[in-house]
């Protein structure tokens, strides 16, 4: 009878194991897992003349999602694009497709022409937005904003850009492009003018999407699924049954049929730990102890910043004291060394209390820029340059917006 049960153990065991597996490894409802990925979309445009989408990414290059469900990709692995993190794309009056790459790099697409990669004399052109009443692309810088005629394919002209542009959208009766920065917002007018808010809050259109494949093919195996577990169920339940018959026959066959013995002690024995009865001995009464008392432990109280969490703002502090003086140091990089997109790097640093990390990283080189302004003679290109700015026009700019002074008037005002 021991081995019976023993068997029966086994069995349940390896039913469980095995459903638990198939559970682990089995997607539900046909979920093809080898196609999924998580890809952060940038921006997005529709062909006007098949109705495909084209989506543009942070690092994964643009991808073509047509009417039929086929997905093509472009990389700049495979020569097609000037760069994988994609951070505008439009259509012109003419349906070739525009794509902005980080780092300065502008390809156009026809299916006639394929793609053409140009390189931008500025490589820290951020921000596009597409005029279609003019037949041109502006395309905004930290410092510059250009005007590309998609025509001719050149840049016709060049003005100052009011502060440093996030994003640009054009109005709704294109007669004038409204320029959004970190709390700050423009009116950019066709005559050129501009007019200024501040204090509206940061702006942001990267929008975080999982970009799943399902195939007919492995549709059925979500009803594979369901039905392996109704039949552990069925089995299981059989088994258990079984079990409880098997013990009530036990109980009711004669003792000496399963050699049941007479201990020492008085006690029987049937061969089965579980069904072993035995008479406790008597104890004598023993005083119950008096419970001892300790005295309450103070706890100091806990204030609310001490039991906040700041270990990401601290990681990223140290991130940005290392790299500050690297020029291409953004948040784009602090996104890829933490592992997550820009947008998660918000949100936690938001949890925390924290500034963005935009700010977090401008307050570092300005503080720096404040030190050898003051306590050093060094060159306004050497002082740009330690502190992570390309140019000391660049610097200048950011200095004066961060203070509301140029650095000659921060010396003149501060140094002794």
């Known amino acids: 009878m021991n081995r019976i049960m023993k068997t029966r153990k086994h069995y349940i065991a390896l039913l469980v194991i095995s459903v638990a597996y198939v559970a682990l490894s089995s997607p539900i409802y046909g979920q093809n897992q080898d196609e999924s990925q998580e890809i952060e979309v940038t921006c997005m445009a529709e062909n006007p003349k098949d109705g495909s989408m084209w989506m543009g990414t942070a690092n994964n290059g643009l991808y073509r999602l047509s009417k039929t469900g086929s997905r093509l990709h472009f990389g700049a692995s495979k020569g097609k694009l000037g760069s994988n993190s994609i951070l505008y794309i439009c259509f012109d009056s003419e349906a070739k497709l525009w794509v902005l790459g980080k780092g300065g790099s502008l390809t156009s697409y026809t299916a006639k022409d394929g793609f053409r990669n140009r390189e931008l004399e500025d490589t820290e052109i951020s921000s ?49 492009v409204w320029i959004f920065g970190e709390k700050k917002v423009a009116r950019l007018a066709e005559d050129g003018t501009v007019i200024e808010w501040s204090g509206v809050g940061d702006v942001s259109e990267m929008i975080p999407l999982e970009f799943e494949t399902y195939t007919d093919e492995n549709a059925p195996r979500g009803y594979i699924w369901i039905i392996i577990i109704i039949c552990a169920v069925v089995f299981g339940g059989a088994l258990a049954l079984g079990l409880v018959l098997g013990k009530k026959r036990l109980n009711k066959q004669p003792k000496e049929e399963y050699g049941a013995s007479q201990t020492s002690d008085g006690s029987l024995y049937f061969g089965l730990e579980e069904t072993r009865i035995e008479e406790a ?82 307050d570092k080189r300005m503080e720096v820029a404040k030190f050898f302004l003051l306590q050093s003679e060094m060159p306004m290109a050497q002082i740009a340059s330690e502190c992570g700015f390309r140019s000391p026009s660049y610097f200048t700019t950011a200095f004066k917006d961060y203070t509301g002074l140029t650095p000659s008037e921060f010396v003149a005002q501060n140094k002794l």
């Open 128 to 176: 596009a937005i597409y005029l279609p009443k003019k037949e041109k692309l502006m395309l905004a810088s930290v410092t510059k904003i250009y005007s590309f005629n998609t025509r001719s394919e050149k840049i016709e002209s060049e003005g100052e850009m009011p502060f440093p542009a996030v994003n640009l959208k054009l109005s709704t009766d294109s007669t004038y």
């Open 281 to 362: 001995p008597s104890e004598p009464e023993i005083e119950p102890e008096q419970p001892v008392v300790k005295p309450a432990k103070k706890t100091q109280p806990v204030t609310k910043s001490e039991s906040k969490s700041t270990e990401f703002t601290t990681r990223i502090l140290m991130l940005i004291e290392q790299h500050y003086k690297d020029p291409n140091f953004d948040v784009d990089a602090i996104a890829e060394l933490t592992g997550v997109s820009r947008i998660h790097v918000n949100r936690k640093l938001k949890a925390e209390g924290s500034s963005s990390p935009s700010t977090l990283l401008r």
